[in-house]
């Protein structure tokens, strides 16, 4: 698994896992524009929705378990640290 897996370091994870055979089941908030591969497995997924995520992970699970999670889904506030709300 690798959460934020559209764009930036997730999708050159993603490339790279796939390069090395693996199957990779992947997640961020936005589409993935103009990539497929038939070993890559994308959902569209907010980390912050604890349903989804927990639907999405059962899922996995059904699958047979989950081997490696690479978690590199990341979010970013501008503000001072005490009006950070919590997630």
Same mark, same amino acid.
């Given at each position: &698994?690798?959460?934020?897996?559209? $764009?930036?370091? $997730?999708? !050159? ?6 390069? *090395?055979?693996? #199957? ?8 993935? *524009? $103009?990539?497929? +591969?038939?070993?890559? +497995?994308? #959902? ?5 929705? *604890? ?5 999405? @992970? %059962?899922?996995?699970?059904?699958? $047979?378990?989950?081997? @490696?999670?690479? +978690? %590199? !889904?990341?979010? /970013? +506030?501008? /503000?001072?640290?005490?009006? &950070?709300?919590? @997630?």
């Amino acid at each position: &698994i690798v959460t934020g897996a559209s $764009g930036g370091l $997730g999708s !050159a994870i993603v490339k790279l896992l796939l390069d *090395q055979g693996y #199957q990779v089941y992947g997640c961020g908030r936005s589409k993935i *524009q $103009g990539f497929s +591969h038939p070993s890559f +497995h994308y #959902q569209i997924l907010d980390l912050t929705d *604890q349903k989804k995520v927990m639907d999405w @992970v %059962n899922f996995l699970k059904s699958l $047979g378990g989950i081997d @490696v999670l690479v +978690h %590199n !889904a990341g979010t /970013s +506030h501008f /503000s001072p640290l005490e009006e &950070i709300p919590d @997630v």
